[in-house]
């Protein structure tokens, strides 16, 4: 655009945005610590007007992403490309950023290892976490979401309805049985120490096997 140009932009350069950098080295650090695979997972960051959201962009290598591969994605439900393609949890973005209307928002979603295989194993992840203070003085683990398919509409509204408890605040971060974790944070980093949280406990549990625990006759049994 020269200096003379006075033609409107529809659609928003990433670096307007200061939060894209972080999300980009946060999808960075995810593929390091094995969170994800190559081009899994997914992050997007919410305007600070709230006139939409930038979202990584479909079938992007995570372990060098930068601002430029996010999508614009208004309010108004239409998506402002620029020739890329969303992620195809587009919806469960939409979904997720919607239910907040005010202030910075990041919605992180990763695949980190102990907490699929906590999942996996049947763990509550609400019920697993509770016991740790070093997650529950900080981080609100919210009901874990049923295996539904990547990408689907279904997962995207057990989401949604996940993050928006009947009772009580929304939770920072919920499980997604066989898939993986959504996380919620003021900032990208913020959300990702939501899930690196629960990602340590979940580590230690599995790690600690079953646990032993005295019976009435003051024998001693495990259980998982």
Known sequence: MTQTDT????????????????????????????????????????????????????????????????VFVPTDGSTESGGRRPSGELELHRRVQALVTSGPLTVLHLHPTHIVAALYAGHRLSTLSGGFPEVTRYTRVGADVPALPATSEELAIACEAAF?????????????????????????????????????????????????????????????
Request: with cysteine; glycine share 8%; proline share 10%.
């Open 7 to 70: 033609t409107p932009l529809t659609t928003p350069f990433p670096f307007e945005n200061p939060r894209l950098a972080d999300a980009a080295t946060v999808m960075r650090k995810a593929y390091e610590l094995g969170w994800i695979s190559t081009r899994d997972g997914n992050v997007s960051v919410a305007m600070s007007d709230r006139r939409g959201f930038l979202i990584s962009a479909s079938g992007v290598v995570k372990h060098s992403l930068a601002p430029s591969q996010f």
């Open 164 to 224: 928006r408890p009947a009772l009580g605040p929304m939770p920072h971060v919920v499980g997604l049985d066989r898939h993986g974790v959504v996380a919620v944070g003021r900032s990208p980093w913020e959300a990702f120490e939501h899930v690196e949280r629960l990602e340590h406990i979940c580590r230690i549990v599995l790690t600690a096997g079953p646990i032993p625990v005295p019976t009435p006759e003051g024998e001693r049994h495990d259980v998982a």
